[in-house]
């Protein structure tokens, strides 16, 4: 659905060219949650604005549902910019206008009759239940409820496509839980593709289905969300995941040790029905070793679960041999644990 194919973005700021994307290749497929992350000055933010051309590449093509963006008139642009809705950090919200004057405010701009522009604030005020604030203005109303009438705005044209530039950063944590289960929501009932800008990978882990890891105006690692969490291969995305899954045991807990042979601790990952099975326990019961779990958590990654666990293996080498080997015919990926400091 979108495409950039060999995107450049380059400013010019006091005689120098400044390069904020270097030829990004990247496909979104219709009907998903995309995610791409990255820390700040990745140039992220720069990317979504492209895909309706609130900035236009140096070089490429922007290709949405079969348009190259880039090559339109003014009048067909704006036609193609009507399927794409933005919600953003800080909401952007009109602070002397209503609830119900914020959410028509695009229909009114596309020319809808009053008639059809309620029809459809009844529907979204619905939606985002909020009915009982129709009246309010935005400096009456919760971080949350700011976000959700930025979303039924969004959602006021039936935009086939949802960009969202780091919709959940100014939320608290519960807030941005029910904020991003109300976007999966809308992706899952309307079939709406939602692209979502963010620094956070909790965020990506609750919704997305795809991601793009950005660095320095470049993708440098792309896949779907359950292959990145659980096969990360480029460095900045390791430190990512490192935030939601423990990658590296830490040394505080390799100080409380009584036997403290780093070669004796190993990093167990469990994947789907691998972190459903008493497997270790099996290890525990057939081998003649000791077994000492140290740290272990698990997550969900669209729809599938992820578990990690550090253990301390003691025994004869032979036998810790066949035990991982037993481990790794079950599923599970066993290699020795680094040690975070």
């Not at 100014?170 to 979502?196: C, F, H, R, W, Y």
């Not at 669209?302 to 991982?324: N, P, R, S």
Request: aromatic share 4%; glycine share 6%.
């Amino acid at each position: 659905m979108i495409q950039f194919k060999n995107i450049s973005k380059h400013y010019q700021l006091k005689g120098q060219t400044l390069t904020a994307l270097k030829q990004i290749n990247l496909d979104i497929p219709q009907g998903s949650i995309f995610g791409i992350i990255g820390y700040s000055g990745a140039g992220k933010s720069t990317l979504i604005r492209l895909i309706n051309l609130l900035e236009r590449p140096s070089e490429g093509q922007v290709i949405v549902n079969g348009h190259d963006l880039t090559a339109l008139n003014a009048a067909s642009l704006r036609q193609q910019r009507a399927n794409i809705g933005m919600i953003f950090q800080h909401f952007n919200l009109m602070q002397t206008k209503t609830v119900a004057a914020n959410i028509e405010m695009p229909m009114q701009l596309l020319g809808w009759s009053k008639a059809k522009r309620q029809q459809r604030l009844d529907e979204l005020l619905a939606f985002i239940d909020l009915e009982h604030k129709r009246n309010a203005y935005p400096d009456e109303l919760s971080g949350g409820q700011k976000q959700r009438v930025g979303i039924a705005r969004a959602l006021a044209n039936h935009p086939k496509i949802l960009l969202c530039d780091e919709a959940t950063s100014a939320l608290d944590p519960q807030t941005t839980q029910s904020v991003l289960q109300l976007l999966k929501k809308i992706n899952q009932e309307q079939g709406i593709t939602i692209v979502m800008v963010t620094h956070e990978m909790d965020v990506i882990e609750s919704v997305c289905d795809h991601v793009a890891v950005m660095e320095q105006g470049q993708v440098i690692e792309m896949g779907s969300t359950l292959s990145i969490f659980s096969q990360p291969q480029h460095p900045t995305t390791q430190t990512f995941i490192q935030t939601v899954l423990q990658q590296h045991l830490p040394v505080k807990i390799l100080n409380n040790l009584e036997n403290k042979n780093h070669h004796s601790i190993y990093s167990l990952q469990f994947l789907g029905t691998s972190a459903q099975e008493t497997v270790v326990q099996a290890v525990i019961k057939q081998f003649n070793l000791s077994l000492n779990i140290l740290f272990a958590n698990m997550t969900e990654i669209d729809g599938t679960v992820i578990g990690q666990m550090f253990v301390q293996l003691l025994g004869d080498e032979q036998i810790i041999q066949e035990a991982i080997a037993f481990l790794q015919a079950r599923g599970v990926k066993v290699q020795q644990a680094g040690v975070q400091a």
